[in-house]
Nanobody
Framework: VQLQASGGGLVQAGGSLRLSCAAS????????MGWFRQAPGQEREFVAV????????IYADSVKGRFTISRDNYKNNLYLQMNSLKPEDTAIYYC????????????????????WGQGTQVTVSS
């Protein structure tokens, strides 16, 4: 299983970025997909998750109303549209997948997530 994240970059506060994650290697039916992020000196934290059907979508409180997660199961792609970016959004963003609906992701130990991408850097300047 391979997850390849892309779309990071440098943007001014208030700007937007769209992250993508391409999945390959197996079918992802019954797998939730989502995003975590890790800022320098901090632990990796949950950002958003979406179930295979899209019925379950959960956001961290810090990004709710600004970020939108979506997926294209036909293309095996995952997306994160990030609007109204703030300097505190600066981090390496990782896509991930795990069997199930994703309902446990907000409180789940990151070490228990099955599959990870390599990360893409997002830097928001003030």
């Amino acid at each position: 299983v391979q997850l390849q994240a892309s779309g990071g970059g440098l943007v001014q506060a208030g700007g937007s970025l769209r992250l993508s994650c391409a999945a390959s290697g197996r079918t992802f039916s019954s797998y939730a997909m989502g995003w975590f992020r890790q800022a320098p000196g901090q632990e990796r934290e949950f950002v958003a998750v979406i179930s295979w059907t899209g019925d379950t979508i959960i956001y961290a409180d810090s990004v709710k109303g600004r970020f939108t997660i979506s997926r294209d199961n036909y293309k095996n792609n995952l997306y994160l549209q990030m609007n109204s970016l703030k300097p505190e959004d600066t981090a390496i963003y990782y896509c991930a997948s795990h069997v199930g609906t994703g309902k446990t992701w907000p409180t789940r130990e990151t070490s228990s997530i099955q599959h990870w991408g390599q990360g893409t850097q997002v830097t928001v300047s003030s």
